[in-house]
């Protein structure tokens, strides 16, 4: 038994190195993915305050003024109680676009697919809702296709406060079972 440890005790320090190796390994992926499910569960919820925060307002601008009017009177707006006059929809961003900009890439790479799917149609509709609002601030009020572009604008962003609303539904599935009831 002496004669065994002896000669083995030459490649036991490989073994125990071979050994250290792969726990080392081991833990570092282990925390490396605790951190992954750290950061995707703060970046969910970030996303659902959000929504929770935002869908109202964007779902007010349902009622955007479309085409020629003679008096128009705002008296409800961003969540307050207030008293304008003309098209104040148009005036203000429709959503903050650097959140999606910034934090959804990082969002969205950590989603399933279709989770992932329903984020980028969502982030698609934003932007094109913004894009619209931009070319209507830079129109002038006689031209001929003005009240075409409200319009679409008025469609975009019905179809925006839907796809927002099935984006936290889907959000609150891809949370994990213990935040869930505990988070």
Known sequence: MKEFFRQSGNYLYLVVAGLSFLLGTTSSLI???????????RLIDLFLVDI???????DLLQAAAVGTYFVRGVYRFKNMDVSLTGEPEYEFEVHNLRLYDDEGVKLALSLGQKARKQFWDAYALLRDAEAVRKLILELPP????????QALFVKL??????????????LQRERTFFSRFFG
């Open 31 to 41: 925390v490396a993915w605790f951190a992954r499910r750290i950061e995707r569960r």
């Open 52 to 58: 929770h925060r935002h869908w109202s307002g964007i």
């Open 142 to 149: 006689e031209d001929n296709n003005r009240a075409s572009y």
């Open 157 to 170: 962003v019905k179809r925006l406060g839907e796809q927002l609303l099935d984006l936290e539904k889907t």
